[in-house]
């Protein structure tokens, strides 16, 4: 299984960024999916979850101004990231949990205050 992570980039904070992550090799529809980010010096935290059903989870630090979605015909889930802040700046990394788990290449998301 393979997941290829994209969309990062540099934004100002207030703008918006959407990451999107493509899985291979599996059968995607029964995936968890998620999206963590981690910062030089911290634990890699959670930043939003979507089950295989579509239910959604986000962190509190970012309820509001990002979405989770997925497209299960595309094998893709995505991130809108709206509203961006200097704290969410970071390498965002997708996954997924079944029947084992994997991580993709991370991308890095900069804003700039």
């Known amino acids: 299984v393979q997941l290829q992570a994209s969309g990062g980039g540099l934004v100002q904070a207030g703008g918006s960024l959407r990451l999107s992550c493509v899985v291979s090799?599996?059968?995607?529809?029964?995936?968890?999916m998620a999206w963590y980010r981690q910062v030089p010096g911290k634990q890699r935290e959670l930043v939003a979850v979507?089950?295989?059903?579509?239910?959604?989870r986000c962190a509190d630090s970012v309820r509001g101004r990002f979405t989770i979605s997925r497209d299960n015909a595309k094998n893709t889930i995505n991130l809108q990231m709206n509203t961006l802040k200097a704290e969410d700046t970071g390498v965002y990394y997708c996954?997924?949990?079944?029947?084992?788990?994997?991580w993709g290449q991370g991308t890095q998301v900069t804003v700039s205050s």
């Open positions: 979507i089950t295989g059903g579509g239910s959604t």
């Open positions: 090799g599996d059968i995607f529809s029964f995936n968890v």
């Open positions: 996954y997924r949990n079944w029947r084992g788990t994997n």
